[in-house]
C-alpha cells in the first residue's frame, strides 16, 4: 500500500494547457492571499502569538491548547493591543 501524500507527481497526467491554466490559477491564489493577509496584520498577528505560546508551553495536547488559546475571550483585545502598538512603532 503506498502511503498517502508521498506518491510521486505524475506529469503526464495533465495536458500542458491544463498545467498552465493549473499554474495561472496557484499563481492567482497566491497574490489574493497575499492581499489578504495584507489587508488583514491580525492573522499574521494571531498566528505569531499563537505559535510563540505553542513553542514556549509545549502543550502535550496541541488540540486542546488551540481550543483555549482562540477561544479565550480576551483574544479580540490582546490582539488589538499589539496591532495598535506594533503601529505606534512604525510611526
Known sequence: MAE???EK??????????QEKLRQFKIKTRI???MY????PEVEMLLDDFLRDV???RPTDIR???ADHFSDPEL???I???LEKKASVKI
Request: proline residues 6%; aromatic residues 6%.
Open 32 to 34: 489574493a492571499n497575499e
Open 4 to 6: 498517502r501524500g508521498l
Open 37 to 40: 493577509l495584507r489587508a488583514h
Open 9 to 18: 507527481a505524475d506529469i503526464g497526467a495533465l495536458s500542458p494547457e491544463q
Open 55 to 57: 513553542f514556549v508551553k
Open 80 to 82: 488589538q493591543l499589539k
Open 64 to 66: 486542546e491548547f488551540a
Open 76 to 78: 479580540p483585545r490582546k
